[in-house]
DNA sequence: TGTCCACTGGAAGGGAGGGCTT
DNA sequence: AAGCCCTCCCTTCCAGTGGACA
């Protein structure tokens, strides 16, 4: 049978046949349920735009899930509606810096938006600084309205590369003749504006709105007005939807989370030819969400930073518990000269250790033990076999795949 | 109370890689 | 082609540290 026949006639037995970006996270319904308060907010706030004054820079915080980025595109989108209509000179640029996190590549990205043609748009690397801020600034005097930079997790531009773009971009309306910049910084991380110079962070966060998290309820309203709008009613019960807005809840009151379940249960669902969604399907969608999470985070990991977690993967599968960085890093010496590599300084390792800890793969903690000195006590956060085996799909480290540790490693 | 261990983590800087300018 | 610039990944150097032990 053809692949593709195959696939519409699966097309046709499935249960939910409408549009399945409605049960997206990045989707922006017409209306946002619980963030009407967020929403007029900052409407207020960027109201003055369309008399052509700039508006206040805003500072907004919250944890995942809690609809920062989601209300702030929303109003954006209606901004451009009205602007649109009515001609007005107000545009506005959307950055995440998980991405864009360079004093550079944001200032690339504002300039390559005023770029109609392509030869003239700046290059990811190569100019001088001092080019990219001219052509940026020549660029904005050129269009001369008012323009709103969204810098989301402006936490990650922040700890990377410090306050200076932002001080640039700050200081950027002191030098344009024409246009005007506003920002709108979104963080899920307040820690990060103790880290600014003190100018900065007043002129940042002029207008400042936090989001609350959700609770099981109002999720549940989320969650209904998604089911509704994509005319899903008979495929997910009542009580699959509080189930979903139940679990999200337990975790920080996450409506991405929340959302992700209902569409992955739904899914399941499919998979298994049921006729509409179960609580079984959802619980099962809540464990694949987290395991698959945990894949992707180590896919995406540099090699050495994957040999730095298989080693203690293997440290803790020889029944080491409380791995120090000393012994981290002799395992890591090792493997990493098995397959090849030549290992980095412990000094690396240290940082690898920090950056594998943020992303929740492994537990790190500063422990002294008096004057048999002070280490980080490591453990694997994860579930050991289930990590190895994402991690020997690398080329490089499938020869990985049955190592065992000789016992002098680990045991001194 | 001072010493000392085993690191931690900041700072500075090297060099490769990508790209532009002259 | 040579000379720059910027980012990324890494090394080297080193002051600083919590707490057991003498």
């Known amino acids: ?27 922006i319904p017409e209306r946002l349920p619980h963030r ?3 929403v ?15 508006p206040s820079n805003v500072f907004i915080y919250g944890k995942t899930g809690t609809g920062k980025t989601a209300v702030v595109k929303y109003v954006l989108r209606d901004l451009e ?8 000179n107000v545009r506005s640029i959307y950055l995440n810096c998980e991405t864009v996190d360079t004093h550079y590549s944001v200032l690339q990205n504002i300039g390559n938006f005023f770029m109609k043609k392509w030869d003239e748009r700046i290059p990811f690397t190569g100019w001088p600084m001092e080019k990219v801020y001219e052509t940026v600034k020549d660029k904005l005097n ?20 410090g306050d200076d773009v932002l001080y640039h971009l700050l200081n950027l309306n002191d030098e344009l003749t024409k246009a005007r910049v506003s920002l709108i910084g979104i963080s899920n991380n307040i820690q990060v504006t103790q880290m600014l110079d003190a100018r900065v962070k007043s002129r940042l966060s002029q207008e400042r709105i936090l989001f609350p998290p959700y609770n099981a309820s109002q999720l549940k309203d989320i969650l209904m007005d998604r089911v509704r709008l994509a005319n899903a009613e008979d495929v997910f019960s009542e009580e699959v939807i509080g189930l979903c807005a139940a679990l999200a809840a337990q975790e920080h009151g996450d409506a991405r989370r929340a959302i992700d379940l209902l569409r992955i249960s739904l899914e399941m669902a499919e998979r298994e030819g049921a006729v509409r969604v179960l609580p079984r399907h959802v619980y099962e969608a809540s464990s694949q969400i987290e395991l698959s999470c945990v894949a992707e985070a180590i896919r995406t990991l540099p090699i050495q930073q994957k040999l730095v977690l298989l080693s203690i993967l293997l440290n803790s599968e ?9 012994e981290v890093y002799a395992t890591y010496s090792k493997i990493a000269k098995m397959v090849g590599m030549q290992p980095v300084t412990q000094r690396r390792v240290t940082d690898f250790i920090s950056e594998l800890d943020s992303l929740g793969l492994i537990s790190a903690s500063l422990k002294s033990f008096g004057r048999y000195g002070r280490t980080k006590v490591i453990n694997p956060a994860i579930p050991v076999d289930e990590a190895k085996e994402v991690i020997t799909e690398d080329p490089f480290l499938e020869d990985m795949k049955n190592i065992k540790l000789p016992k002098q490693t680990v045991l001194h």
Request: glycine residues 8%; charged residues 30%.
């Open 1 to 27: 049978m053809n692949l593709f026949e195959e696939y519409i006639t699966k097309k046709r037995m499935r249960l939910f046949t409408g549009n399945r970006e409605i049960l997206m996270p990045s989707y």
């Open 36 to 38: 009407e308060k967020e």
């Open 40 to 54: 007029s907010r900052l409407g207020e706030i960027l109201a003055p735009s369309l008399e052509g004054v700039k």
């Open 81 to 88: 509606r009205v602007t649109t209509v009515h001609n007005l």
């Open 142 to 161: 050129d269009f001369g309205g008012i323009f709103i930079v969204v810098l989301d997790e402006i936490d990650k531009l922040i700890t990377k590369s």
């Open 318 to 326: 020889m029944g080491k518990i409380n791995q120090t960085t000393g």
